[in-house]
């Protein structure tokens, strides 16, 4: 039967986020770049089931772009490319209140 007692779950993410960046001056006006990062969003715990846990959100991103400026006319300019990949992407859904006039809630869905 129940105890009584409260459900206590532990869980530890750790994760590291490294990002790398190569760029490149064809000239005092005009350089080039490419990034390629990987992020990260810690697991956690949904609230509405009892013990439940999602796991982390990694996200793989590269990024090609250019950047220049037109000093006689006083412009600069930039332009970039990016794609994203994501693993176990993390969404929150609205949950309705159980009753009317209830608040509702966010739960994470993966």
Do not use: C
Not at 30 to 47: C, E, I, K, P, W
Not at 66 to 71: E, T
């Amino acid at each position: 039967g129940a105890t009584g007692a409260p459900l206590q779950v532990r869980k530890r993410w750790t994760d590291t986020s490294p990002r790398l960046v190569l760029d490149h001056r064809y000239s005092p006006d005009l350089m080039v770049y490419a990034s390629l990062t990987r992020g990260y969003q810690a697991g956690g715990f949904n609230t509405l089931q009892v013990a439940s846990s999602y796991q982390p959100e990694h996200v793989s991103n590269l990024e090609l772009g250019m950047k220049g400026q037109w000093p006689a006319q006083g412009l600069s300019w930039s332009g970039a490319l990016f794609q994203y990949r994501f693993d176990n992407l993390q969404t929150l859904q609205l949950v309705p209140a159980a009753t009317p006039g209830g608040i509702p809630s966010y739960q994470v869905t993966i």
